[in-house]
Structures are given as structure tokens and as C-alpha cells.
T-cell receptor, first 114, second 114 residues
Framework: AQKVTQAQTEISVVEKEDVTLDCVYE???????LFWYKQPPSGELVFLIRRNSFDEQNEISGRYSWNFQKSTSSFNFTITASQVVDSAVYFC???????????FGTGTRLQVFP | EAQVTQNPRYLITVTGKKLTVTCSQNMNHEYMSWYRQDPGLGLRQIYY???????DKGDVPEGYKVSRKEKRNFPLILESPSPNQTSLYFC?????????????FGPGTRLTVL
């Protein structure tokens, strides 16, 4: 069965520190998609990135970067030079290509202190 | 403005009193889905719909019903709510008929069942 594990329940850092949020997934599919979503204190869910299983290139978007490694079934998210506005709960998710379900991890709460 | 709307945003009800949470999107999206968010459990998919008149169970469908008579609307029905359905509910939509694209989430509905 598909599963997403975000072992870090909560992380606290001081502004300008780099921080990595871990995501480990399990699937038997060869075709699948991975996602990251952000939930700021205001509560809405914001899409950050989608990656398909055939594209292992790392992605960088400003201070955000993602490291996808099929060998370790991981899709980690790094924030460089964190800012207070990065404080949020971050969810990793895996799509089940065969059933069209989306499986979320339990989330990592990131607190960035000034 | 492209958006997913949910109503009501907050609801307090009593056990057994039928209720409906509405969800509507104005982006002509084919895929729509309902999730519940609970502390420590992340988001879990309740039901999803790949198109009009096509619905399927997610991971936690018990106690819920949905319908998809029109493309834009995907109401969530609790015929006999119980306290364990107290949760934060999100509706989401996606541009294709699959879960493999970015999902746009509504603002959430906080439901309390007494």
C-alpha cells in the first residue's frame, strides 16, 4: 500500500538557518507523482511543487529546493536562509496513479524564529 | 477570480442532525476531492470524483456521502454526524480528470459535532 512518512513532527530554527524537511514514501507503482504543499497559520493549503517518478532532477525555486531520490524513496525539501514567513505546516503527498487517490504525510510544522 | 469555495466555513451541530457542506469551483476542473485534516494524522482523502457522475471512495469514506451532478459542485453530506467526524474539511479540485496535477484547495470548513 502507498504510504508517506514525514518523521519530523516539528522543527524550530532561527531566521537565516537552512532547514530540510524529510519525506519518505512507499509505493509499488512505477509511475507516480510527489507533491509538497504548505499550510501557513492562516490555514489555506498552497501547492509548492509536483514531481513525477521519471524525473529525478533536483528543482530549485528561489530559496526552496527539492531533492528527489528514487533509490532511497525520498523527496526532501530544503529551505535556504529561512524566514519567519516560512513558518507553516508542510505536507508531502503521493498520488496513486492507478486509483487516483492522493496520500498525504502527517506534516511537519516549521517554526522560524526571528 | 479562480477559486474553490466552501460553505459554511464554521459549523457546530449535534449528533445525528444531517448536514451538507457545499463545494464549488469556477475553473472548469474535472477532478474534485474531499479531505479531512486531524491533528497528527495529516490530510486524509474521503471521496473523490474524476468527472460528473463519477465518484469513488478515498481512505476514510465511512459516514460520508457525495454527489457530482454538475461539474462545478461537489457537496459533502453527513447523514448522521457523530463526534468523531469533528474535523477540518477541505475540498479541492484539479484541472485534469486525475489526481496527478496540482490541486487547488478551498478555505476549509471547521466542523464540530457535539
Amino acid at each position: 500500500a502507498q504510504k508517506v512518512t514525514q518523521a519530523q513532527t516539528e522543527i524550530s530554527v532561527v531566521e537565516k538557518e537552512d532547514v530540510t524537511l524529510d519525506c519518505v514514501y512507499e509505493t509499488r507503482d512505477t509511475t507516480y507523482y510527489l507533491f509538497w504543499y504548505k499550510q501557513p497559520p492562516s490555514g489555506e493549503l498552497v501547492f509548492l511543487i509536483r514531481r513525477n517518478s521519471f524525473d529525478e532532477q533536483n528543482e530549485i525555486s528561489g530559496r526552496y529546493s527539492w531533492n528527489f531520490q528514487k533509490s532511497t524513496s525520498s523527496f526532501n525539501f530544503t529551505i535556504t536562509a529561512s524566514q519567519v514567513v516560512d513558518s507553516a505546516v508542510y505536507f508531502c503527498a503521493l498520488s496513486d496513479y492507478n486509483t487516483d487517490k492522493l496520500i498525504f504525510g502527517t506534516g511537519t510544522r516549521l517554526q522560524v524564529f526571528p | 477570480e479562480a477559486q474553490v469555495t466552501q460553505n459554511p466555513r464554521y459549523l457546530i451541530t449535534v449528533t445525528g442532525k444531517k448536514l451538507t457542506v457545499t463545494c464549488s469551483q469556477n475553473m472548469n476542473h474535472e477532478y474534485m476531492s474531499w479531505y479531512r485534516q486531524d491533528p497528527g494524522l495529516g490530510l486524509r482523502q474521503i471521496y473523490y470524483s474524476m468527472n460528473v457522475e463519477v465518484t469513488d471512495k478515498g481512505d476514510v469514506p465511512e459516514g460520508y456521502k457525495v454527489s457530482r451532478k454538475e461539474k462545478r459542485n461537489f457537496p459533502l453530506i453527513l447523514e448522521s454526524p457523530s463526534p468523531n467526524q469533528t474535523s477540518l474539511y477541505f475540498c479541492a479540485s484539479s484541472s485534469t480528470g486525475t489526481v496527478n496535477n496540482e490541486q487547488f484547495f478551498g478555505p476549509g470548513t471547521r466542523l464540530t459535532v457535539l
